[in-house]
């Protein structure tokens, strides 16, 4: 038999074994393109898109989509008909933009998601009653009310601002963080109380994990139905009681008019306006979709309960456990749909059966490793954290003019050129005239401790990796691994070890910008030719006086351009770095993402480039000008000199 046929026969055998697999054919759909979902970061929304979306995939036949993002901008998508649906609109806490999007026509409110979302600011029950299990003694007995805060403060000690507490705020960028932020004035918090603004959901989760688990005091805006409030038992602080009156006034101009305690908030389901002339039928299914706070933490219980499981196998749980809920939301054939068995395509679907349990693997031996040395790490990150503040001070104490002609001065020693070194001075004046100047320092002082700290590793094992072959063949795939994976895994390990804040900032940027100064540490060092060193060897030259006298200097343009990579990728962490509390330039961009402010997000980009482009070019220079300045036998010569 021929290849051709062989191959003709093969792809007759797939599509005859496809075919039979696929059952029944389901009903055509409403609409001739899939259905896009808005995929708010947070759990309980994915819980709800993903039983939504086996509902309509399996139940009306049609292909669906989902963008992921924050609140803002998936209103935004969902009024230009980027998104069809989103099943979570917190209406009072979403009040302008929602309203608005309503009234120019954008949007419809399909009705009641879930009725009785919680929210407000919690504390762990072990603070105030103690945990005999865990031999945890009640530390804040009379902790009642916000206004109790005040004689604890030193409880929720911020390590970066050691004489006042931490409050863990909402979400930067979302409406609870300018309502917290507004409370926390209110409440005459501000002088006891930084206010830590994470950047992400699962940054502020992780940080009353992390607390929970270690037995200590916290202090965080948290909101239900959520795997947190299930999974930890948390203590809801009393706030001023909640009228409907007062809390408009106060949501719709937060310093005005004072706080009170949260609603129990009306979940809704916002849609399209063109979707919901589009197709009715699937309207009418998101209409009688309901659910409330208990079901949706009984739901979200299975993710705590089964590691490693995803949303989308909760809400398959969902459907199979409590069809009495969900047959409501569907006419009767749709509901037989559903009801029937449901197949995984095993000619197409990789077997189960051979998955590894790589994530539980990892969860347990990395929560091994914290319990074990997590106390180790923190006192590390203590010192790291005490040396950033110092840098920070000190940039801070000196004029911004002194600053603008210190950067001028070295810029001219690198270039030796009057005009670079005062387009440098103008880069950093630019960043001050931005009005971004203070964080500007904070973003050059985490970057100054990250790259130190970074040379400190990569330059004796770039020396290392060139004088040992064989641990070179090891680091190799290790360095290759580091600049492969994503920037945010190094969150994950950070996090765990030091919480939130500048310290897992500085962790995460020395893993991610390390390997290129290895690497070209390593290269320059082997580059250097054995003619040189031998000569050195004649002479009487130890290894040390070799490697001092000849190997790095004829290796230092190649370290230079190292660093300059260092820097670089230090540089570009800083967004990242936001996410996970680290204040500067990347937490305002950040804010422009989180609230669609583009002139903030692009003032912002901005400045970092400004001070890319100074770092950038002053590390050029210093690499071209050590490969002018370093000849090989002009070395030699003066190291034959010295020995003599």
Known sequence: MSKFSFMICLLCLIVAQTSSSRGAPLPACELERPVVFGGLDWDSNAFHTEVARIILEEGY??????????????VTGLGRGDIDILMEIWRDNLVEPWQAALARGDVVDLGINFPDAVQGWYVPRYLIEGDATRGILPAAPELKSVFDLPRYASLFQDPEVPDKGRFYNCILGWQCE????????AYGLEPHFTNFRPGTSTALAAAIASAYAKGEPVLAYYWGPTWVLG???????????????????????PDAYPPTAYPQVEVA????????ADAPQLVAFFQSYRTNNKLVSEALAFLQATPGSTAREAARAFIERRPDIWRAWVPAEIAARLSAPHTVDVETNFPQAWHLPVTDWVNVRIAAFVAAYGGGFEVAGGYVLHLILMVEALLASAPWWLVLLLVAGIGYHATANVFAAAGF??????????????????????????VGLSLLIGLPTGIALAKLPRVRRVATPVLDAMQTLPSFVYLIPALML??????????????????????????????????????AADLGASRFQQLRDIELPLALPNIMAGINQTIMMALSMVVIASMIGARGLGEQVLLGIQRLDVGQGLAAGLAIVALAVVFDRITQAYGKREIKRVSPSLLVQRFVRRLR
């Open 61 to 74: 036949g049609c292909d669906t989509d989902m963008i992921p993002g924050s609140t803002l901008p998936l």
């Open 178 to 185: 300018l309502l917290n932020s507004a409370k926390l004035r």
């Open 231 to 253: 999974a930890y038992d948390l203590v809801k602080l009393e706030e001023p009681a909640y009228s409907a009156e007062s809390w408009s006034l106060f949501a719709n101009d």
């Open 269 to 276: 389901i916002g849609a399209n306006t063109r979707f919901a």
């Open 425 to 450: 001075a103008a880069a950093l004046f630019f960043v001050g005239v931005l009005g971004l100047w203070d964080l500007g320092l904070q973003t050059l002082a985490l970057t100054f401790v990250s």
């Open 498 to 535: 030091f919480g939130l804040g500048k310290v897992p900032a500085v962790f995460a940027t020395i893993i991610y910008a390390t390997p290129p100064l290895i690497r070209l540490t390593d290269l320059g060092v082997r580059l250097v030719a054995d003619a040189f060193t031998e000569v």
